[in-house]
């Protein structure tokens, strides 16, 4: 049986004084939210991926919202939010016995990151155990190796320079299909979701651990102050994705998947390895020689290890347990009509 919907949600108080805004002009509503609080974790990162949005979704799907990106109080709203995501990452790393030799040394350091959890335990039983129908469940949760990732590396290149920012400019290309429209990993996703069948996970049935990993990403290419650690937790991406790709290609080998879902996870396992090498060799190397970039960079990597660490245990759980009509074990029952503007996936680009 389903919970009733509350009405004071933050996410759905969000939700209810934009579309008020946009349709009366009256933003009352919208100001009262100034200082209001989220009722808990879930909605915290629900209401502030709402306010992302603002600012990354497509802008057709925002419906006129998008008026108030910068509104006073969606900004003030927007800084305490991510100021409990900052404080939450960071108790999570105090209480993390990183083994980091030299943690000034960011190169060292990121690579050492990225081969922890480098295969994630859910990656090893979807090759050799999920069934089809867990695995269309965990690649609709996944969203792709690098869910967004076009949009993500193009604002994280803002501002950067030399090396650095070719190595960035050569990876958005490589998102863009080198030119070839049919290449464009977004539509290569789009491949893979029409030929799995992939439903987009709305918010609210995703685990909290899912909202956490994707408000870390548009959390970090928004924020100016946070841009050392935003270039730390795009290489991660790029430095773990090509051998869970490979395990993605084997599961779909095993399980006789249409061809049409290879594409996708053939392009990341070939193109991220060297994604990665080329992000740590020259853009980490170069920044890394201004002692706030490397600490920032580090940051970012650890921040992104811990919250994929937490995502793939939630979603291992989730999609093991799942029942097969669809339904995701480990989030909480919501109603139907959610206030959530984006799913997790398919999504437009990854
Ligand atoms: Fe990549
Ligand atoms: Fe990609």
């Not at 480098?118 to 965990?138: G, H, K, S």
């Not at 090509?242 to 599961?251: D, E, F, I, S, T």
């Not at 990597?301 to 999609?319: G, T, Y």
Request: proline share 5%.
């Amino acid at each position: 049986m389903r919970a009733q919907r509350s009405p004071s949600r933050l996410e759905d108080r969000l939700g209810a004084a934009l579309r008020l805004a946009t349709t009366t002009g009256d933003d009352a509503a919208l100001r009262l939210l100034a200082d209001a609080d989220a009722l808990d974790r879930r909605d915290g990162l629900a209401a502030l991926a709402a306010i992302h949005d603002l600012s990354l979704a497509p802008v057709d799907r925002l419906g006129g919202t998008e008026r108030w990106q910068h509104h006073p109080a969606v900004a003030e709203l927007r800084l305490r939010l991510e100021a409990d995501l900052v404080a939450h990452l960071d108790q999570l790393d105090a209480e993390t016995d990183w083994d980091l030799p030299d943690p000034d040394d960011a190169v060292d350091s990121m690579r050492r990151l990225a081969r922890l959890d480098a295969v994630p335990e859910v990656y090893r039983w979807l090759a050799e155990e999920a069934t089809f129908d867990q695995l269309v469940e965990f690649l609709s949760l996944e969203g792709g190796p690098d869910g967004g990732f076009d949009d993500l590396v193009a604002l994280c290149q803002v501002g950067l320079s030399g090396r650095a920012k070719l190595v960035l400019g050569r990876n958005y290309w490589d998102e863009m299909g080198r030119g070839d429209e049919r290449c464009v990993h977004t539509v290569l996703h789009e491949q893979l979701a029409r030929a799995l069948r992939l439903q987009a996970v709305p918010r609210a049935e995703q685990p909290v651990e899912a909202l956490e990993r994707a408000v870390l990403g548009s959390f970090l290419v928004l924020s100016r102050a946070h841009q050392p650690e935003a270039v730390g937790a795009l290489g991660m991406v790029e430095l773990q994705a090509g051998p869970r790709c490979r395990w993605v290609l084997k599961a779909l080998q095993r399980l006789d998947a249409p061809a049409g879902a290879v594409p996708f996870y053939a392009e990341h396992a070939e193109a991220d390895p060297r994604h990665g090498k080329d992000w740590l060799d020259h853009a980490v190397t170069e920044l890394a020689a201004d002692p706030r970039w490397a600490r920032g960079m580090v940051r970012g990597a650890r921040w992104r290890a811990l919250v994929s660490r937490r995502f793939f245990d939630a979603a291992l759980l989730a999609v093991r347990g799942a029942a097969h009509d669809g339904t995701v074990a480990a989030a909480p029952a919501r109603p139907a009509g959610s206030s959530s503007a984006v799913a997790a996936s398919p999504r437009k680009a990854s």
